[in-house]
């Protein structure tokens, strides 16, 4: 089971940003998905989890109407998009995978693989 994050960097205020997060040894629709960040000082927080529905789909409070989260089932990869960033947005962004009757959860301890991690660095 592997998880590859892409798609980190500096961007500015405002700018957007897309990141992905392709899986191999295992079919990612068949799991828990989510993106969790971290910055510097501060826990780890679930940002984006793909539910069973949209409606079960979680967004982190801040990231409401600026993130999108999705996947693309054909090539086993998990997006997050991420518009109108701010300073705040900057950190150490991560996907996980984790049992599949975790769908939707924020939960950290309920993911069990991780990526690497992308750095995002929003300033001007």
């Known amino acids: 089971v592997q998880l590859v994050e892409s798609g980190g960097g500096l961007v500015q205020p405002g700018g957007s940003l897309r990141l992905s997060c392709a899986a191999s040894?295992?079919?990612?629709?068949?799991?828990?998905m989510c993106w969790f960040r971290q910055a510097p000082g501060k826990a780890r927080e679930g940002v984006s989890c793909?539910?069973?529905?949209?409606?079960?789909?979680y967004y982190l409070d801040s990231v409401k109407g600026r993130f999108t989260i999705g996947q693309d089932n054909a090539k086993n990869t998990m997006y997050l998009q991420r518009n109108a960033l701010n300073p705040e947005d900057t950190a150490v962004y991560y996907c996980?995978?984790?049992?599949?009757?975790?769908?939707?959860?924020?939960?950290?301890?309920?993911?069990?693989?991780w990526g690497q991690g992308t750095q995002v660095t929003v300033s001007s």
């Open positions: 996980a995978a984790g049992d599949r009757k975790y769908r939707g959860s924020y939960y950290y301890g309920h993911y069990d693989n």
């Open positions: 040894g295992f079919t990612l629709d068949y799991y828990a």
């Open positions: 793909i539910g069973s529905s949209e409606k079960t789909t």
